[in-house]
Structures are given as structure tokens and as C-alpha cells.
């Protein structure tokens, strides 16, 4: 079904949905293109695809172009996502080279005399080199740049200086060592998706059976990667002490993406690490990709953890957070922007244990408390964090950008 | 590398070359747009790899987009694929209902203001449906139309009318029932891609060794997707009884992609039906995806087998006569177009194994007589089935659609 802006008029009020609609005005006629390197998987190509849609709607005329490289570079770039978040890694010449091969290919093949192209992420950054620069051009970063690998930054930066403007997620992430303008656009999530729309408690047991996920005691959840920045095991370390206090079951649900072995690797070590307590569902494992799937897992949960040792933002704490739900998170990164500390939800050190173990508790023991921390979540992120809210910046910012 | 036409010039000479730098030249100013449904895999994808930069070398100014669906519209357009080839499945409102809301959504972001529209094959045809069409659309179909699904014909056809043309890969495709001009292009392999570019012994040597593949004796090939319609279980048995009077080796090539189960259970029916040949590697199967070991097994390759009960045209074919390799194939389909009996190369009825069997041994047997097949063979296609041919078949065609 063709997304419009209409269906969100229910969920946000008229009030949003005519601030668009007026601001939309001033873009009539432009022509905006997105351009990121992936259609399908990861929070860049599902905000896409619910972004651009929507603009279309809003008959703000806006495409969307996917650069195409072998498997190759996207091993190269997933390295280069990763180095921009700190890791190491050896950053040789022939990697250089085939980022700029593949970007050039593109070039070739791609035509863009749109009024204003934004490029999402480092995959192609460079791709800008290879144009007759005619428009503005925007890089959306998405990735966490508070300590980024500096050779890789320092080469980085001879593309991102040819931009005109940069938007990061949030201020921590603004860098002093670029000399261009640098705003800020907060993630968001669709609560149309299938990840987000309500789904009423039949659909919710239905699914539930079906994957095979009792809800017979409280269930605390991590939805993350099986990935060690999400820190599945000492998630299992604090469920093994809740569960000395209080029946329930943990469920840690996570895509396995076949081409990525650390996550493979890391899925073994946490089964290991749960061993029999596997077998009576004490702990439940799951690695389908099925959005109704979590967001049923997410709507039966009594508590939502995110146990994360670096978090960009967090999606998955947002759309928790939508759901109601009282989010017990780690104090890193990203994550205070959405959750306030004792209002909206709980932070803690990402080393207390005891923390995260107690708060649980006494979350799962006082539903009130859960119901009214649950309600103050909803509330925040209807304000803050959901597309519409995503809508009005990029038309403020498209504004800025073209008609000034 | 970005490619260009010049990098041709030594294996087709100047005068190709020219001509199409003057065709051309018909065509500057000109806005092309070809629409697919994969940047990767299938030869599809391939080919306008090759074909998209090249135009644009040639200041063609043609631009590439990838219609975008969830895994359940590329199952139904598969299945729709299929059917196209004849083969029956249930044709449900609902796969209608999916197949046209995808084409839909992707029509909402996709703005098309080029001087020409191509869309190949059936997934985004009815993208025309959801258009303001405002110049010529091409419907450049790959797919053997000979004896389509009924059903599903009789519906595709309602989007097919609204084209201006149809272009489709050989004469027996061509429908009696669709009113509207239909065009022939053959398909052409790119001499210049990893798979069919000269590759000297050393390096055939080393891949070869690499993947485990000896070649102490005579290599009898066939290389395609282990799919009923290659019928691998009947080469295995032509294999066999060759094996009692000739030592030699056969070398099944095919992907094997994880969504396709069909693939998959073949696989294992082959394996089975193989079973000790495969220890002492009589009888190797390889699915590793490898675009030089392809090459390299092509190359070492006495004789190429392709033993297909159907085929569109068989690129496979096409890639082993560019090797000067004597190819004994199938006549069906598209396979005549390619191979003039005893010419260059051989043909038998798909029911004739005694056929295949005689010619393989007799050309293992004379050493001259694959050379002189294979020498033949290597001008047939280079005269007919490259992609230089197809650029020229493309801006003869383009400046016939557009400029008239």
C-alpha cells in the first residue's frame, strides 16, 4: 500500500500533520535525492524507506539511488562503519582503492541534476569527487564519531570538506576538525512499520505460539545483534540473579546475519553461556527475522533491557519505549536523548550489574511503577522520536539548504 | 575500473568501434533509463553492468534503477518467472495483489522524466500502470515466451499493451497476440568480465589448484545451476559410460543459492547419484561463486557438455565458445542460434545420450577436431554475441524509438 501522510494523522494530531504540510510548501517543485548503499537490512534503509515514500507524498519529489558494489566492498565499508566507531583495523591502500573504484563505477552510471542530493553513511561519501558539483550536497552520518580510527578519518575528511553540510545524529557526535556547517537530526521510528503498529494480544499469542515463546511468567527482553557491544552475556549474568528472586524467562532476540561471523561466534558463546537453562526456556534464543515477531516478543515483555557497552542511539530502546514499556539501559552514548532517568525509564553504568539486576525486580514486582514509567516512554518518543518529527527537520533543513 | 569502450578496441577491432561512436552520436542529449529488479546475480544484472557504463562512455547518457520488493514479492515474481517458462503454479489475487502493490510503492519514489523507459523481464512491468508516461517504454523481455503459464500471460498482457515495444532474445519468442511492435536483441557476454577474459595457464594452474580441481586428465564440462532443466543426472550418466572407454574427469559448475530449495535437493540427488565418483574426483561438483574459477575450468575444459532440456539462449554456451572450447549441447531453445551442427560446434536431442556420449569421445579422442570446432566457435561469437554487437542492436533501436 502507497504510504501517505494521512495515516499518521490519528497517531500525532492534525496539529504535525498541517506543520508538514506547510512546510512542504516552500519545497514544491525541488527535486531531492537520497543516496545510501543498501535497500534492505539495517536502520538507514528502513528509515528510508518510510522517509521517502512519505515526501513523495507530501509532493516534495524524492528519489532515492542505491550504489551497488561487489561483496568485497561492502566488507571494506563494513570496516570502515566499524572504524568510525573505534575499532582497528589495517587500513591499506588497495581498500582505499576499491571504495573509490566502486564509488567512480557508480558515478558513471548515475546522473543527478536534483536540486539537493544527501548521501547517507561512508559507503558512498566519495562519490561526490566524481560529480560536476551543481547543488547542494549534504553527508547524513549516521554512525557514532566520537572516537573514530584517525587515519580513516583524516582520509575521510578530504570528501567530507566538498560537502556543503553535514547532519549527525546528536551533538555529541559534531566533530571540530570539519569546517562545514553540522546539524543534528535525532533517529526515528515508524509507527506504521510492522516493528511498531500496535497488533492486538490475539495476534500477539498467535505469534508468540508459533515461535514458540511461552508467556506464562514475566519476560525481560534484549533486542540487539548478537553482536559483544551489546553485551549478551553479562545480560545472561543479571537474568541468572533475577531469576534467584523471581520466576520468569529471558528472551534475547537478534538477527544472524549469515555473512557476519563474529555474530555467529557470539550467538555460540551466549548458548554456551545459558546452557540447560535453555532447555526449559529459562532463556529463549531467537534469530528470526520477523517484525511482528518482535514486536510481539517486545509487546508481552514485562521489562525491556539494553544492556549496551556503545549505543549510537538505539532503535530498538525506541521502539520499546513506543510500546509502553519500561526500558532499564545502559548510560552510553546515544541513549540519554531518549530516556531520562527515572521519569521515562532507568540508566545505569554499563558496568553495575546490580543496578539492572535490582531495578528489574522491583519493575517486574511493582507493575505500577512499570505502567506509569511505560506511559511517560510513550509520551516521549510521540514528541520526539517518531518520522513525522524526522519529517519536519529534513523540511527545515531542505529549506535552509536550497531556498537560502 | 570505469569502463570503456576503447579497452574493446583490440578484440573487435576499429571498426566496430567506429560505428558505434557514430551511432551514437544520434543519440547525445538523450536520457535512457533501464529498470531491473537485481543489481546482482542472474544474467540480467550482468549484462547491464556491462552495457549501462559502456553507453555512458560513449556519452549515451543511460541511468540504472533497481526496483526495490520484500522477500515474498522476488517468491512471486520467481514463481511468475517460471510460469513465463511454462511452468504451472497456483495464481493467486493475492501474489496479483502483492506483485502490483511493490511496483506501486517503488513507483512513488521513482521520478522518470528520460526521453526513454526500458524494463526488463516481468518483475517491475506494470511499473508503467502507476506512470504519468510521457515517452516510449520499452518491455525488454529475456524470459522463453514459447509456452507461457495461460493465466498468467493473459494478465501480464494487460500491462505489455501499454509499451510502445517489445524486445525479446529470438525470433521463436516473439507473441502472435501482442499487438504492438516486437524487436529482436541476442544476448552477448562481455569478453572483458572475469569470466571470460583471457586468463593465461599459470593462472588457470593456480585456481584450479586452489579449488582442488586436477587436471592430469581429459575435463569434460558443464556449467549451470543444478536445476532440473540442465538435467545433470543424465549428464552423470553419459559421464559414466564415456568413463569405460576414455580416463577423464567431469566437472559439474553451478551456484547453489541459499533461497532456492529446489536448488538445493537437486544438489543432493546429483551428489547421490554421483556417489564413489566423487572420491577419487572423477566426478567433481563445485559451487563455489567465482567468476575466475569459472574461467579457468572453462579453459582447461576438453570438451563442454550442456545438456539442457530447455534454453532461453544459454550464455554458458556462449562463454565456452568464446574459449575455442568444442561445445556438444542440447537442441532446444535458443541453443540452434548459436551452434550450426558440425560447424562449430554440436548438437543432439536432449533423449539422444548415445549421441552426446559418441561426439564427446570422438572429439577427446581428436585433439584436431576440437581445435578446429573451437576456432570456429570463437568467431561466432565474436562476430554475433558480443557486447559490442548488443550496444550497436541497442543504439540502432533507441535512435529508432526515439528519433522517429
Known sequence: MVKSIDDYYDIVGPQIIAEIHKKARKLYGKHIVHINSTFQGGGVAEMLLSLIPLMNDINVTTGWRVLHGNPDFYTITKKFHNGLQGEDFNFSDIKQQLYLETNEDFSQITHLDHDCVIIHDPQPLPIIKFFKKQQPWIWRCHVDLTSPHQELWEFLKHFIVRYDHMIVSNEQYKKEDIPIPQHIICPAIDPLDPKNKEIDSELIDYTLEKFEIPNDKPIITQVSRFDKWKDPINVLKIFKNIKKKIDCRLVLCGSLASDDPEGVLIYEQVKEAAGNMLENKDVILTTVENDILVNAIQSQS???????????????????????????????GGVPIQITNGKDGFLFDPMDLKGFENKIIELIEHPDLAVKIGKNARDKVKKNFLITRQIVNYLDLLDEFINN
Chains 1, 2 share one sequence.
Open 302 to 332: 514485562s521489562v525491556i533491557i539494553q544492556k549496551s557497552l556503545r549505543e549510537g542511539f538505539g532503535l530498538t530502546i525506541t521502539e520499546a519505549l513506543w510500546k509502553s514499556k519500561p526500558v532499564v539501559a545502559s548510560k552510553v
